[in-house]
Each structure stands twice: as structure tokens, then as C-alpha cells.
């Protein structure tokens, strides 16, 4: 598929133009739509209800979840699933503790309406609440079907898993889905100086570490994906 070159306010959460609502009120790419659709449905078919937790997030979301996590109002979590004391940390350790599960804003994949968290709705109760951890989708947790299908299935869609494996940066997600025809062109587009313009007109929380590092957290945190479909 041509994929239309993305807008920098597009690829760094400030721009809503290039998505769409589904019907459970989550925003998604427009040109995605019909991908996802089709997953539901070869999904559905084994058993397999794939529902959504986590879709589009603007730059403002992102920039609450990252200040929150940052003053330590929100948890933040190590690669054993262990509780981090944040506020004990600072400068690039602080940033590098966080960023292990969330994104920088304007540099989080989910600006692009092309990422999606997923779970399985007919392997838990209506009111279960996922909480996304590495438990819920291996041994005996109640997503480890999904986990297996996705490995197999996802790709004749054109879906992939960016975080399939820990490689020194992102903590492996095995709930998160790529649409790679969009993503893809998408990513090599976030280049360094888009992501640093779009930091100095929207400060952050820890502003001066963040672009004091950002070339490396770009690096580390930003191009270092699992790349195969």
C-alpha cells in the first residue's frame, strides 16, 4: 500500500487527522481499519475474542502518564515486574527506569494510530480489568492463547510485535501490536530533529535530562524494535 507522508504534528501526537473511531470509542489509523477488522474476525473464529486496551494517545496523554510517572504517582516497574522507587532516581537513570514501559512523549508509537494493546475479552470475566503485565500472556496466565496466536497468526494481516523481545531498551510487550505497512514508514519518518523540535516546543517532565540525552534514548528506546513481521 502507498502510505501518504505523515505530518510531524501526526507523528508526534499532536495531530488527530489521520484516524478513525471504532465503535468501542478507541482511535485508530483510518487506513489500518480494515486490517484490524480482519483480525478480529480470524481470531473470533479460534476462540479468540481480541479486544482493545490501549490505541491512539496525543502527545498531551502521553506527557500525563510520563509527568505522573516521573513525580512517582504512577508505578513503575523493572524488568523482574518489581515496583521502582522513582523519585529516588535522577538524570538519565531516572529516564531509562521509565522509559523501560513507557514511551517519551512524541516519541510513543502510539501517536501514530498504528499501535494497539491487546487482550483476549473470552478469556476472562466482562469486568476484568488487564493490567498488561509479562504474567497475564505466558505459562498459565489467561492470555497465553492469545500470545501463541498472535506469534503465528498476526503477520498475514500485516501486524508484528515491536516488542516481541527485551533488546536492551522497550521491555518485551507481548501485547503489543504494529501495523507494518503504516508503521514502518512512519517510524523511519520520527527522525531525531522531529522529535527534539517537537520536545522544545512542548517541554516535558525532565526536560533538560531529556534532551540533554536524547540522542541516545532515540537510539536506545526509538529505533531498537524487533523488526520482523
Known amino acids: 500500500m502507498t502510505v501518504t507522508l505523515p505530518s510531524a504534528d501526526m507523528l508526534t501526537g499532536c495531530s488527530q487527522a489521520h ?4 465503535a468501542d470509542g478507541h482511535l ?8 484490524w477488522q480482519l483480525l478480529q474476525h480470524a481470531a473470533a473464529a479460534d476462540g479468540i475474542e481480541i479486544k482493545i486496551v490501549s490505541a491512539f494517545r496525543s502527545f ?3 506527557a500525563a502518564i510520563w509527568q505522573a510517572k516521573c513525580d512517582g504517582l504512577r508505578p513503575v516497574y523493572n524488568l523482574a515486574q518489581q515496583q521502582v522507587t522513582i523519585t529516588s532516581l535522577s538524570g538519565l537513570a531516572k529516564l531509562e527506569a521509565i522509559l523501560l514501559y513507557s514511551a517519551l512523549p512524541g516519541a510513543s ?12 475479552g473470552a478469556a476472562v470475566a466482562e469486568n476484568y480489568q488487564p493490567q498488561l503485565l509479562q504474567a497475564e500472556y505466558q505459562d ?3 492470555f497465553v492463547k492469545l500470545n501463541h496466536w498472535l506469534s503465528t497468526e498476526a503477520g498475514k494481516f500485516g501486524f508484528f510485535r515491536p516488542y516481541n523481545q527485551y533488546r536492551g531498551g522497550v521491555a518485551a ?44 534514548l532515540y537510539q536506545t528506546y526509538v529505533l531498537n524494535i524487533c523488526e520482523d513481521t
Open 140 to 142: 498459565d496466565g489467561p
Open 60 to 62: 498531551q496523554r502521553q
Open 109 to 120: 508509537r502510539h501517536h501514530w494510530g498504528t499501535e494497539l494493546d491487546v487482550y483476549d
Open 19 to 22: 484516524l478513525t473511531t471504532l
Open 173 to 216: 510487550e507481548p501485547w503489543h501490536l504494529s501495523y507494518a505497512p503504516i508503521a514502518k514508514p512512519y517510524l523511519r519518518a520520527l527522525t531525531l530533529d522531529t522529535l527534539r523540535y517537537c520536545l522544545q516546543r512542548h517541554p516535558v517532565a525532565e526536560q533538560e535530562s531529556v534532551l540533554a540525552n536524547l540522542a541516545q
Open 28 to 35: 485508530i489509523h483510518s487506513e489500518m481499519h480494515r486490517a
